[in-house]
Each structure stands twice: as C-alpha cells, then as structure tokens.
C-alpha cells in the first residue's frame, strides 16, 4: 500500500511519480489543479458504485462543485482526494435513494403490468461484477473500488467513507463476503 | 482459505482495472464549478446595477404615497380605518342635506366644501363628539361656518338648524299676527 502524501493522491507517491505542490484550502487554482488531478479516479470510483457512467459523471460534477464551495473550509490534514471522494459518496448514496424511490413510485404505477424487457445495450455493457457491486450497499462497494483498483490505505478509505479507520478491516471483509455470494461462490 | 482470498483479490483488482481504467483514461471535462462561479459573479452587477436602484426607487415612491393617503384620511377622520374615512363623508353629506329645508336644492356645495377639508389640523368633529351626544351636531355647526364664511360670493343664504325655539318663533308671524 502506497503512503498517502501531504496532496491526498496516494497515486502522487508511486515510485517514480513527482512530488506534487501542496494544496492551499480557498485557492481556485489549486482547485483546478485538484480536479484535474482527480477528476478521473473520483469519477472511476462512482462508475463503480453506480454501475452508470453518465449518472457517474454527473454525480462527479456536481460532487465538484459542492467540494469547491466547502474548499475554502478543507484542513491540509485531511487528504484532499479521499475528502473529494467522501463528498462524491455522499452524493452518490443521495442519487440511489432518489433512484430507488422512483424505481418504487414506477412499480406502484405499473402494478399488474408486467414489467418491461431490460434493455439490451446496458445489459450488454454491465459485466457480472458491476452487476454484483451495483447490489452492494453504496459505501461497501466504494470500500471495494478504493482498495482493490484505487488502492487506499486503511485511513484515507476511513476519511473517505466517514468511519473509525479500526472498522475499515471489518467493513471491506463484509463487503467481500457479500459479493463473493452475489458472484455466484467465487 | 487464505490462498483462495488471495487468488480473489488478485481478480477482483484485475477486473475492477478491466472495467474502469477505460473510463478513465478519458480526459476531465469542462468544470462545472467554474461555470457556476462565473453565473454567480453575472448575478452581482444585476443586483448592484441600474435596475436595483431603480426598484428601490419604485418601492419607495409606491411606500411614500400609501403613508400620504393613509396620513391624510387619518388626519381628517381621526383613524387610520378607510372604512371610518366613508363613513366621515356619509355623515357629512347628510349633515348637508338636513340643513336646508325639505325639498330646497343647493347642498352640493357644502359637500364640496366639506370634502375639501384637508388640513391636518382640521378638527374630526364626528369622532370627538362625547359619547351619548347627537354626534352630527358640530358637524353641521361647522359646515354652516364654513358656508358662511365661503369668499367667491355665490353661495347661498344658509339656514341654521332649525331648533324647537326657532319654530316657535316663527309660528306667531305665520299665524298672522305680525
């Protein structure tokens, strides 16, 4: 696991990688830096948990826009990509409720309707694990997108996730299980 | 067991970089921040701006002249109640019109005169009658007085009130006596 460096992209620290400037909370160029920085690994990580990539994008967006209104407010101590993802989960779960609450309302209208055929194409594009982390609980499949394909330390998943970095073992050994059963006994 | 776990977080992170690394090689696009700041900054000058100031004004005006009328009706009236203003006028109209005689014409001009009172000082005689009074009394004494004292000249001879006293006056001459 990579240490996390005082920018909060463990990616900044891979051997080889150059030592980024640090960011300054309330500057807009520094920001800007930020986003193009992490726009790509914030938008990877809700591709995941969504299971969409325009929802995705759309989340990253306006995750962007809420993290620039609170920038003036971040702390150098906090690491700035996990502080950027922790927003764009929060947003994230946000998005799912409001889907999810629809996707009711539309059963209720539709009730002794069969319901329609799946389409295709987004069956075609959904693989068996986007299926499987689509149907985790959103902050458990982020759990799993930060270690396994962004590979977060235990503390910025905790900064990430809003939880104690102790239960972060706990929760990914959940998450694991969980889709393990989803993917057929894997 | 531990081999097993092992073999399936080498997958797991082998498809999640299959599924995902596509995605994000892409470059970011355009913020949507800074669209947001900039729209922000737009809204100030409006706000600021020649239409501010001329709403303000507006607003101002449309205040001033609603305290005029409302100052004015309570000035004459002695309440602030619009509905106590008409019936200020109601009350004056027939004080007009008990004046003169039965059938006599000509009380259009103590109307006249009585609505033209705006002085701020003008008494409210209805309203600062005591109570259990005639409170149309003093307003009729008051038109009288005005009618009386009218500079153009035109107006007519005006009457008193005719009281008991008067009519028992007047009763011997009509008999014939005088």
């Known amino acids: ?63 962007f826009v809420k993290a620039y209104q609170a920038w003036p ?26 889907q ?9 209208r539709r009730l002794g309707r069969p319901a329609p055929p799946p389409d295709p194409a987004l069956a075609a594009e959904h693989s068996e694990l986007a299926a499987a982390l689509r149907r985790l609980p959103a902050k458990q499949a982020a759990a799993i997108v930060l270690r396994h394909y962004h590979g977060y330390s235990n503390r910025e998943i905790a900064y990430a996730l809003g ?24 | ?70 100052a004015t009706g309570a000035a004459v009236t002695g309440s602030p ?8 006028v109601r009350t004056a109209v027939a004080d007009c019109k008990s004046a003169l005689d039965r059938g006599q014409r000509g009380w259009g001009d103590c109307v006249s005169t009585v609505a033209g009172q705006v002085q701020p000082d003008a008494p409210a005689p209805v309203i600062e009658a005591p109570a259990g009074t005639n409170a149309q009394a003093p307003s009729v004494q ?4 005005l009618k009386k004292s009218a500079p153009n000249g035109k107006t007519r001879p005006v009457r008193s009130v005719p009281t008991p006293d008067s009519e028992n006056q007047r009763e011997p001459g009509r008999d014939g006596s005088g």
């Open chain 1, 1 to 63: 696991m990579y240490p996390l460096n005082q920018t909060g992209s463990a990616g900044a620290l891979r051997p080889g990688a150059a030592i980024a400037r640090p960011y300054q909370a309330g500057s807009s160029q520094d920001f800007e830096r930020l986003y193009r920085a992490s726009y790509s690994r914030v938008l990877g990580t809700l591709i995941g948990v969504l299971g969409d990539r325009a929802a995705a994008e759309d989340c990253a967006q306006e995750a």
């Open chain 1, 73 to 98: 407010h971040w702390r150098p101590d906090a690491p700035a990509e996990a502080w950027l993802h922790r927003i764009a989960l929060n947003v994230a779960v946000s998005l799912q409720r409001r």
């Open chain 1, 100 to 108: 999810r609450l629809r996707e009711a309302g539309e059963l209720v």
């Open chain 1, 163 to 186: 939880i104690p970095e102790r239960t972060v073992a706990s929760r990914l050994a959940a998450a694991k299980a969980r889709l393990r059963v989803l993917l057929g006994g894997r």
């Open chain 2, 1 to 70: 067991m531990a081999r097993e776990e092992g073999n399936f977080d080498v997958w797991l992170s082998a498809e999640l970089r299959r599924e995902l690394s596509p995605h994000s090689l892409r470059p970011a696009p355009a913020p949507r921040f800074l669209f947001q700041r900039r729209r922000r900054r737009r809204r100030l000058p409006l706000l600021a701006g020649p239409p501010a100031a001329l709403g303000v004004k507006a607003a101002t005006g449309l205040c001033v002249t609603a305290f005029a009328v409302v």
């Open chain 2, 81 to 88: 109640n619009p509905a106590v203003w008409g019936a200020h």
């Open chain 2, 142 to 145: 008051a038109t009288a007085d």
